[in-house]
């Protein structure tokens, strides 16, 4: 089983940025796609990026797109989101994911096994 351990959120500025970290332990994550997801207060837990295996095909929702990248580093079983030009609608829990090996993208979080515990990311006006 595959523990994932999200870092890097806190409280920023609008048009300010912030970079999250997913590390992974127990299991590697290099053959699997790993996603980023996020869930606001009273809101349902919602897509924001993925990548595959090789970091060959990434995938990004609509509202993310442009602003943020997501990239990993198999050698360090970690996987990272940039976030550049954060809005105040970009507040939430941000979570990090990872997907059974060998298998493509997902946008569902139902596609995703393992999670880890979230880490909040607040954007002030």
């Known amino acids: 089983q595959v523990h994932l351990v999200e870092s890097g959120g806190g409280l920023v500025q609008a048009g300010g940025s912030l970079r999250l970290s997913c590390a992974a332990s127990?299991?590697?994550?290099?053959?699997?796609?790993v996603g980023w997801f996020r869930q606001a207060a009273g809101e349902e837990r919602e897509f924001v990026a993925a990548?595959?295996?090789?970091?060959?095909?990434?995938d990004y929702s609509d509202s993310v797109k442009g602003r943020f990248t997501i990239s990993r580093d198999n050698a360090k079983n970690t996987a990272y989101l940039q976030m550049n030009s954060l809005k105040p609608e970009d507040t939430a829990v941000y979570y990090c994911a990872v997907r059974d090996a060998g298998t493509s993208l997902g946008r569902r979080v139902s596609d995703f096994r393992s999670w880890g515990q979230g880490t909040q990311v607040t954007v002030s006006s």
């Open positions: 990548i595959s295996r090789s970091a060959l095909f990434r």
């Open positions: 127990g299991l590697p994550i290099s053959s699997a796609p």
